[in-house]
């Protein structure tokens, strides 16, 4: 029976903590200040937009919103980056993907300042992340780390198997994971039988997006359990990349979905914003 680790509880100690930082700047005269935008009105972007509002209220971190139409052009999009980067008053610039599909997601990456680019995906962070330099860490793959940290759950040396090699989880947890010398296989869509990989691993790390995907016959005994997916079943209810329940029962560590992962990101964008005004 494995120990779940309560993402919830971790990311309210985190946001606590980062409360008294702000104060703290603001004492100095400093206001913590994000701003996001959106293009367009996909649903699941807007509640999003909305957790990020609130965690920014809670902890005292002045938000800005820029909402775009979904039909601008590439032109209007950089202009409004590279306003907020001359923004002294701006610590933090966060794009809310996805975007429409004419528009050039990269190269507003790319324009973000790295300096306030808390989502970390600047290619200068993405490149500093790869040395192991302190950066701006993507925010789902650092609350990860958060987890292990917190439950001293030691990488190195460990079979880490990362599912999924997405430019958002995948691959930057890949990175986080080689840095804290954990040995990583990574698999993806064309991964030639997934099980022997997952079977001979110490942790895995599913991000998939398919729900209930990963089975208590994939995994070694007291091995620890990452669920980065959100999934919404038939049902309406929320489940992760993992069958919880059967796993459960043969895992060491475990998170749940909803409550695991999913508060991490949210903690790990405020503590990103706050370091960015400290900077």
């Keep these: 029976m494995a120990v779940i ?24 005269g400093i206001k913590p200040r994000l701003a996001v935008i959106m293009v367009g009105d996909d649903k699941a972007s807007q509640v999003y937009v909305r957790n990020k509002s609130k965690a920014c209220d809670e902890i005292g971190i002045e938000f ?3 909402l775009l139409d979904g039909d601008i052009q590439q032109k ?18 966060l794009l809310q993907s996805p975007i429409p599909r004419h528009l050039d997601i990269n190269e507003a990456f ?27 860490v993507s925010c789902t793959p650092y609350g990860v780390m958060k987890m292990f940290e ?10 880490v198997t990362v599912i999924g090699r997405s ?14 010398d954990a040995t990583v296989t990574v698999c993806h869509s064309k991964t030639k039988d997934l099980k022997q990989h997952t079977q001979n691993a110490d942790i895995v790390i599913a991000a998939i997006g398919k729900s209930k995907f990963i089975t208590a016959d994939m995994i070694k005994l007291g091995a620890v359990v990452i669920d980065v997916g959100i ?14 329940d ?15 992962v999913g508060p991490m990101t949210i903690a790990m964008l405020m503590n990103n914003v706050i370091k960015a005004c400290e900077n």
């Design 5 to 28: 680790i309560d993402g919830k509880k971790l990311a309210q100690q985190i946001r606590e903590d980062l409360k008294i930082k702000c104060e703290e700047l603001k004492q100095k």
């Design 64 to 66: 800005e919103e820029h």
């Design 76 to 93: 209007t999009l950089i202009e409004l980056i590279e306003k907020l980067n001359q923004d002294d008053s701006i610590h933090g610039i």
């Design 110 to 136: 790319r324009t973000i300042a790295p300096e306030k680019d808390v989502d970390g995906f600047n290619p200068v962070n993405v490149g500093k992340l790869s040395l192991n330099q302190d950066t701006f």
């Design 150 to 159: 917190a439950y001293n759950i030691s990488l190195a040396g460990k079979n």
């Design 167 to 180: 430019n958002i989880v995948g691959k930057p947890l890949i990175q986080c994971c080689l840095n804290k």
């Design 231 to 244: 999934n919404r079943g038939e049902d309406g209810k929320l489940t992760g990349d993992v069958d919880f």
């Design 246 to 260: 059967n796993v459960y029962e043969k895992a060491s560590y475990i998170t749940p979905v909803p409550g695991g």
